[in-house]
């Protein structure tokens, strides 16, 4: 695509839509330098998204996006407390809240199985009872999701290797459905997660040593 052609897509998508994919990548950042602003930047784009969803029938997605405005609620709460540090093994700072955790690889194999089998689950009852578009990539950004975005307000490390397989699939769902600017939001996602997963790597490690 052309820069003209960019600019053209620009001006003809909805204003809804620009300013979704504003605030979700103002969202995306901010929680990757662990800035609790992004939970209202998240209510507000999540909403705007939950109506684009609803009128491009992806049904998963639309519930996904209610979902979201949830836990950007529960994200801005939870960020403001500070973990026992007992939970933790070392000390809270009053500055950032809760610290930085990390689940172990047995934990993770049982998320991913059991998300798998949701996925499967969810994908089948919406090809067999509703006109959703791409029920099984839906699902699957649908169900990871659900589970992931309530990692990022326990504040676990391992959420942004999560979405990094969900962004890149996320690209190819939005595309199908032409959707103009958010496939390229959803590739910038997947590159501020891999960003997102070393700041945060970082910082565990030095919560560790202190």
């Known amino acids: 695509m ?20 504003l605030l979700a990548l103002v969202y995306v950042v901010l929680a990757a330098v662990e800035s609790i602003w992004c939970w209202p930047a998240a209510f507000i784009s ?12 992806l049904w998963a997605e639309s519930g996904l996006q209610a979902f979201y405005i949830v836990m950007a609620v529960v994200g801005w709460v939870q ?21 930085i955790i990390r689940w172990s690889w047995q ?23 509703t006109s ?8 699957f950004t649908t169900v990871f999701s659900l589970f992931t975005t309530w990692m990022v307000t326990q504040k676990v490390l391992e959420n942004w290797l999560y979405w990094v397989a969900i962004d890149a699939a996320s690209i190819f769902l939005y ?36």
């Not at 052309?2 to 994919?21: H, N």
């Not at 960020?79 to 610290?99: A, Q």
């Open 107 to 129: 934990r993770h194999l049982l998320i991913i199985a059991a998300n798998g089998a949701a996925t499967l689950l969810v994908a089948w009852l919406l090809a067999t009872y």
């Open 175 to 210: 595309a199908s459905r032409e959707f103009t600017l958010t496939p390229y939001l959803f590739a910038l996602y997947t590159l501020i997660a891999i960003a997102g997963y070393l700041r945060w790597r970082r910082l565990y490690l030095s919560q560790t040593l202190s």
């Open 46 to 57: 999540t909403s705007l998204y939950l109506l684009l969803c609803i009128e491009a029938n």
């Open 79 to 99: 960020w403001r407390k500070r973990r026992p540090e007992h939970e933790t093994g070392h000390p809270v700072s009053d500055k950032k809240g809760i610290p």
């Open 132 to 139: 959703a578009a791409n029920p099984y990539l839906d699902s």
């Open 2 to 21: 052309e820069w003209k052609d960019f600019l053209d897509a620009i001006s003809a998508m909805g204003w809804i839509e620009g300013v979704a994919v």
